[in-house]
């Protein structure tokens, strides 16, 4: 009697597979956004260092004067200086636009989990109950 019971209880796979699709699908848009971030902060830093080792060039030239040393010194800083604020604004930006694209995705991922656990739930209260019922015939005899 307990085999055929269990037996009678449906199990939904189909509900197990649109559940591992929808979390591919969030993992794969995830990855995405954050790959994009990485390549972008890349191309940041690589532009960062290719613009400070160019301003390097220019304090490692021989001076005709001991004070024009200084001046590279003082253009090098001042240099240096606009391109990190120019370098932490774009990383900014970046920053900014996954944290944008990260809850956009959690939004539209937690309402498709949730139209997704309506569902089985509303399957599962079905299917239940007619297994339940067919139980209780079958105890019944």
Do not use: H
Request: aromatic share 4%; proline share 1%.
């Amino acid at each position: 009697m307990m085999q055929e019971m269990m037996g009678a209880f449906p199990v939904d796979t189909k509900a197990m597979q649109d559940a591992f699709k929808t979390s591919a699908t969030l993992s794969e848009k995830m990855s995405k956004v954050a790959l994009e971030a990485a390549e972008k902060s890349s191309e940041i830093s690589s532009k960062w260092t290719k613009e400070t080792l160019a301003k390097l060039s220019a304090i490692a030239t021989v001076k005709d004067e001991p004070a024009d040393y200084g001046k590279a010194m003082t253009d090098f800083a001042s240099a240096q200086a606009e391109m990190t604020s120019e370098a932490m604004a774009s990383f900014a930006e970046v920053a900014k636009k996954v944290q944008m694209e990260t809850v956009e995705l959690m939004l539209a991922a937690g309402k498709d989990i949730s139209e997704d656990a309506t569902a089985a739930v509303k399957k599962a209260t079905t299917d239940m109950t007619a297994a339940a019922k067919k139980a209780t015939t079958v105890a019944a005899k």
